[in-house]
């Protein structure tokens, strides 16, 4: 049997999330970038997940899926966060847009 994900993981599935929807146009923009290590740091991830954290947004290492079951615990603050890396770089493209309404659909209570 296996266990409920842990909330105390919630924080790094956040960030992996917000790393996906920086990447949503292809290209990862200085601010996004910016606004991606605050937040991780603003989160209290672990030093370690830092450290990959700069490999996946320098493109050097694969991203790992986030947990959405988890992430759906607190969609709304999920939804506001990815909203707010969107539009770091004042440019919300078409594809970011598409992302952030299919999200908000996948993040919707399965039930």
């Known amino acids: 049997m296996t266990l409920p994900p842990s909330s105390d993981t919630l ?7 917000l790393v996906q929807v920086a990447w ?3 290209e990862l923009a200085q601010e996004e970038v910016t606004t991606i290590r605050h937040l991780a740091r ?4 672990s030093p370690a997940f830092r450290r990959d954290l700069e490999d996946w947004l320098r493109g050097q290492q694969k991203l ?16 506001r966060l990815c ?10 493209r078409v594809d ?3 992302l952030l309404h299919d999200l908000h659909a996948l993040l919707a209570d399965p039930t």
Request: cysteine-free; glycine content about 0%.
């Open 64 to 79: 790992p899926p986030p947990d959405l079951a988890l992430l759906r615990q607190d969609r709304d603050r999920v939804m």
């Open 24 to 26: 949503a146009d292809h």
């Open 83 to 92: 909203t707010q890396v969107v539009i770091a770089d004042a440019a919300i």
């Open 11 to 17: 924080p790094e599935e956040l960030v992996k999330l």
């Open 42 to 45: 603003a989160l209290d991830t």
């Open 96 to 98: 970011e847009n598409e």
